[in-house]
């Protein structure tokens, strides 16, 4: 079988959801696409049990806030593997910072059960649909998501530790 | 007293065993843990109803704290996911920049790093293996493999000082070439360690008991574990053979010819049987490098990420400036989204990195494979009784410092 190139797997996907793939690239050869947050679990079970594409596998579900970006702090990003024609895929749905929310994978893939708890335990998003929504690694009754930019890791009475050291003088 | 049940007929019997449901806290901190997590088991007499997992207790904050660090400063936070492989792991994040940078890696240097991580991974499937062994209650035979082990961590310290958390190599080679004690050493290894390996195969791979013990002990199907994401040498035990030194081959890995052994049951037997064929495998695959081991330099020409030799440092401006730059953070790193992924002890290891540009990432998340498959514990370990439960997460390879990041 003849080996399917990206821009044939994203004919495809823009064939059956000609509205929702928002922005496409390919940084270092790996399929990435922006889809609407509404439309993220249907697109990813219509990848898994297409004949062709066959994307069968979930490698992992990471979530980034861009504090930055208004409308669009969030972003869940599911990293999907199809050992049939040996190609990823990275897909990313962006959510606002008022409804950190998104329907969950566990009913597709049971493995993103973990994977969603760590996105909520870190970053508060909420997986719609999930069946155990609690905190994983850190404690209970923890009040905050620590990895929102908010929560600086140094105490800022430091000033060895400037922001400006690290290459960024805008923040 | 009722005739004995093979382990499936036990698992699949609904007769009540004393009918009391019992609470009992399986860890987190129990001899047969081997790491910090704790299960709390309903149990009906020996039989385990249901399971629930609390994990975390040793969480480091380890994707914080690299969004604080310059890249060659999160190499030593990598050591201590899987602390039983660090090789393996510091190697994967710095190809992971590598990758992210476009640096071009020499040859040799590509067959170093697979020498470093094929003695990583024989180190890794020793310690879990043997322990299966002590927790089957064969004490003897942890011991053989710790002198192998030892021999490994010996090499391990030729090229980098360190044992355990290593911090092995730089972004863009080694810190040093293989020194002669190196390749007196390794060569002494590849002539002994075959045997000794032979020696402690023999005494558990066909024994009698440790077969009964293990074989149907936390079996899972192909279809599950590949629902849960499982991989490594716990997905090729269930019988898929997916391994990314094939799949998609970094470092060289496709010079090499190495087969992927894969089982049937996905029980406890053909985890450890498995991970005993990976070892024989990677003998092989060091054998290969180290006999075409290419001429040529131990580093790439990376000037603004390798640090300069010391000497320069003193004696010529321009390796001054680069020293600086490097130590300062004032190297240039491009903006980007990278995923790289390697094939760890215990499954695929990945890095997803965002950079914005700046001196530490945006974002860097590891994947890291225990996490993923460990959640389907209770579900291997249901019908099954306590000290099925025990020989499941030794033979899951479950490292806690992976597990918690």
Excluded at chain 1, 46 to 60: D, I
Excluded at chain 2, 75 to 86: A, E, G, V
Aim: charged share 25%.
């Amino acid at each position: 079988m003849e080996k399917l190139n990206n821009e044939a797997i994203l004919n495809l996907i823009q064939e059956a959801f000609p509205n929702d793939v928002l922005f496409h690239e390919e940084p270092y050869g790996l399929l990435t696409m922006e889809v609407t947050a509404a439309k993220g679990h249907e697109i990813i079970e219509w990848l898994k049990n297409h004949e062709t594409l066959s994307v069968n596998y979930l490698t992992n579900i990471a979530a980034v806030h861009y504090p930055e970006d208004a409308g669009r702090e969030f972003a869940v990003v599911y990293q999907l593997h199809s050992w049939k024609n040996l190609f990823r895929l990275r897909i990313k749905c962006y959510l606002p910072k008022e409804n950190v929310s998104i329907a969950s994978l566990v009913d597709i893939f049971p493995g993103a059960n973990w994977m969603e708890r760590e996105s909520y335990d870190f970053f508060g998003v909420e997986f719609i649909g999930h069946p155990d929504m609690r905190r994983i690694l850190n404690e209970d009754s923890m009040d905050y998501f620590p990895m929102r930019k908010e929560y600086a890791l140094e105490d800022d009475t430091r000033e060895d530790k400037d922001d400006r050291y690290f290459g960024r003088n805008n923040q | 007293m009722s005739e004995l049940k093979t382990k499936e007929a036990f698992a699949q019997s609904s007769e009540t065993i004393d009918g009391n449901i019992a609470t009992i806290n399986f860890g987190p901190t129990h001899p047969s843990t081997h790491g910090i997590f704790q299960n709390v088991l309903k149990v009906d007499g020996e039989k385990i109803i249901s399971s629930e997992q609390t994990v975390g207790y040793i969480h480091r904050a380890f994707e914080k704290l690299s969004e604080r660090r310059p890249y060659n400063q999160i190499t030593p936070i990598t050591d201590r996911l899987n602390y039983c492989s660090s090789p393996i792991n510091n190697m994967g994040w710095e190809m992971t920049v590598e990758k992210l940078i476009g640096a071009e890696i020499p040859k040799r240097v590509q067959y170093m790093r697979v020498i470093i991580m094929e003695l990583a991974r024989i180190a890794d499937h020793l310690i879990c293996n043997s322990v299966i062994g002590v927790d089957a209650g064969a004490l003897t035979s942890f011991f053989y493999p710790f002198t192998e082990r030892e021999k490994i961590y010996e090499l391990y310290e030729e090229i980098c000082g360190a044992r355990l958390t290593t911090n092995i190599g730089r972004i863009g080679g080694f810190e040093r070439d293989f020194t002669p004690a190196f390749h007196t050493k390794l060569q002494s290894f590849l002539k002994t360690f075959p045997k000794a390996f032979e020696e402690f195969d023999s005494m558990l791979a066909r024994n009698r008991i440790f077969m009964d013990r293990t074989k149907g002990a936390g079996p899972i199907s192909a279809e599950r574990a590949l629902a849960y994401s499982f991989s490594g040498p716990n997905l090729r035990a269930a019988g898929v053979d997916y391994d990314v030194r094939a799949m998609h081959p970094y470092s060289s890995y496709e010079d090499f010819d190495f087969i992927i052994p894969v089982g049937v049951n996905g029980d406890t037997y053909d985890r450890f049987m498995v991970r005993q064929e990976e070892i024989r495998q990677s003998v092989r695959i060091i054998e290969q490098a180290y006999k075409n081991l290419p001429e040529g330099s131990y580093k790439a020409d990376l000037p603004d990420f390798y640090l300069p030799e010391k000497a320069d440092v003193y004696n010529n401006m321009e390796a001054l400036i680069y020293h600086f730059k490097i130590v300062m953070g004032e190297t240039e790193i491009p903006p980007g989204e990278v995923y790289h992924s390697v094939e760890g002890g215990n499954g695929e290891l990945g890095f997803y990195l965002i950079s914005d540009g700046g001196r530490t990432p945006y974002r860097l998340q590891f994947r890291r494979p225990c996490f993923i498959y460990y959640q389907a514990y209770p579900e291997m370990i249901s019908g099954m009784s306590i000290s099925d439960a025990v020989l499941t997460l030794s033979s899951m390879n479950v490292i806690a410092g992976e597990l918690d990041a």
